[in-house]
């Protein structure tokens, strides 16, 4: 009898801890120089291009992008140097992520380039180009925090008075093209086109957290047993101590 709230308290704990998800941010993506360049049309169309300096291998890598309801990735091509990477899209999804496993047969090292370039279908004003990005961070460059990201932003056509509006970017060498360096990977450009005549979007996000909602359940059930062992343990030794 008098083990049972232990016992009941890491059951409980260990549900907790099951709930974690099966993609490790332990290793880190082995490059600290990236240069990511979009291309968007006045339409709403977008190319992205992305190079990532590699410094050793990664057999066993995954990408993410984050979901958006008004944009629609694909399809993703990928490859390190002049050799074809195949990249596996993860049919279940993660919360508002989609990931991608890459195949790699070979164990490319330091000096190779990873190559990743797919197209986005966007709708409404507000341009949400979500971008590829390893599922784990980066390395950090020496002598700074993070890697060093070179990111750039092109306006095909006119640009009519279209802007980045997220992340903050610099004009270029015209009115048209916005550039930064970055010490991480944005998850998502957004372009503000209010001057286009185009039908808005409406952003009604639907799907799970992720199982946020049960792992907050199963916290709540620990904490209330744990409340309860500890007043139990307590009333006993305040009851022997009197």
């Known amino acids: 009898m008098t083990r049972r709230p232990a016992l009941a308290l890491c059951a409980a704990a260990g549900i907790l801890l099951s709930g974690r998800t099966g993609f490790s941010a332990d290793v880190a993506f082995p490059s600290h120089q990236v240069h ?71 164990e490319p090292g330091r000096g190779a380039v990873y ?38 932003a092109r306006w095909r056509g006119p640009s009519g008075g279209a802007r980045v509006a997220v992340p903050r970017l610099d004009a270029a060498s015209s009115p048209d093209v916005w550039q930064a360096t970055l010490l ?25 957290t992720g199982g946020l909602e049960w792992r907050f359940i199963v916290f709540v059930a620990t904490m209330a047993i744990w409340v309860q062992a500890y007043l139990w343990w307590f009333g006993r030794r305040w009851a022997r101590g009197s």
């Open 36 to 106: 990511v360049e979009l291309t968007i049309a006045d339409d709403g169309k977008a190319e992205v291009r992305e190079e990532y300096a590699l410094t050793g291998p990664v057999a066993g890598s995954a990408f993410q992008f984050l979901n958006d309801p008004c944009s629609t990735v694909g399809p993703v091509a990928a490859g390190i140097d002049d050799h074809p990477v195949a990249l596996r899209r993860d049919a279940v999804l993660h919360g508002p992520w989609t990931f991608f496993h890459a195949d790699t047969a070979a």
């Open 115 to 152: 190559r990743v370039r797919y197209e986005v279908s966007t709708r409404g004003t507000d341009v949400a180009v979500p971008i590829l990005t390893p599922a784990t961070t980066l390395e950090a460059a020496a002598g700074v925090r993070g890697a060093r990201v070179d990111l750039v």
């Open 184 to 208: 991480a990977m944005p998850s998502t450009v957004r372009v503000d086109l209010t001057s286009a005549t185009r039908p808005a979007c409406a952003r009604e996000f639907v799907g799970t």
